[in-house]
């Protein structure tokens, strides 16, 4: 248990649904991440979210469409996804927004295993 | 841009020692993560190093050089748990939040 919980572990969805991934961190942070990890490639940074404020979008299309309505939560909106969309979700948390560091590490939730089909 | 190098996978025999290499190319680099991610669970915190040098946590030890843009994890003592992927990551003084990962080290201890 590492005070960030994602729902639902495993999703499989059509390229037409609409589906959301959900993360709730317990921890009293202040900052939620959206990471994406495919097989064999690096942990991929999506969303960035500082008390509430998005800050950091790295490119990613608008089909994945995030939210986060307090502190303690944040989505994923999914829409009409591709296969190569399917990975592991990765919601993370850390203290502030004054970014990664050893006061401010980042726990992780254990993820979303996404499968589009 | 930024790249980061790791070993794709490694194998260690229970009760050696084993050193995970991670070298990177960045500019403006703050600092950099050690992560462990066992198969099927969340990436957990194992070290953050800053300053050049070596940084022990029991049977874990991370070491920095700034100036060769080369770090590795030592794991001494292995155990059949420590079987897991090693994720290095770097940070930058600016985008602090942009922390960037290596694709990790998959490491197999044997009997």
């Known amino acids: 248990e590492t005070g960030v919980t994602q729902t639902p572990r495993h999703l499989v969805m059509g390229m037409t649904n609409k589906k959301s991934l959900k993360c709730e961190q317990h921890?009293?942070?202040?900052?939620m991440y959206w990471y994406k990890q495919s097989a064999k490639k690096p942990l991929e940074l999506m969303f960035v979210?500082?008390?509430?404020?998005?800050?950091e979008n790295n490119s990613v299309p608008s089909r994945f469409s995030p939210e986060c309505p307090n502190s303690s939560h944040l989505f994923l909106h999914l829409h009409t996804l591709q296969p190569e969309d399917s990975a592991l979700y990765l919601c993370?948390?850390?203290?502030?927004?004054?970014?990664?560091?050893?006061?401010?590490?980042?726990?992780f939730g254990q993820g979303t295993r996404l499968t589009v089909v | 841009g930024q790249n980061i190098d790791q070993p794709t996978e490694m194998t260690a025999t229970e009760g050696a020692i084993v050193q995970i290499n991670c070298t990177y190319q960045?500019?403006?680099?703050?600092?950099l993560f050690w992560y462990q991610q066992h198969a099927g669970e969340a990436p957990t915190f194992l070290s953050y190093?800053?300053?050049?040098g070596l940084e022990e946590k029991g049977r874990f030890s991370s070491f920095l050089s700034r100036s060769k843009g080369y770090s590795y994890l030592l794991l001494k003592e292995l155990q059949m748990k420590d079987s897991a992927s090693y994720l290095c990551?770097?940070?930058?003084?600016?985008?602090?939040?942009?922390?960037?990962f290596g694709t990790g080290t998959k490491l197999q201890v044997i009997p």
């Open positions: 993370a948390s850390s203290q502030d927004g004054t970014g990664f560091s050893r006061y401010t590490e980042a726990f």
């Open positions: 921890l009293g942070h202040n900052a």
């Open positions: 979210y500082n008390f509430k404020e998005q800050t």
């Open positions: 960045t500019s403006g680099f703050n600092g």
């Open positions: 190093n800053v300053l050049d």
């Open positions: 990551a770097v940070t930058l003084r600016e985008g602090y939040q942009k922390v960037t």
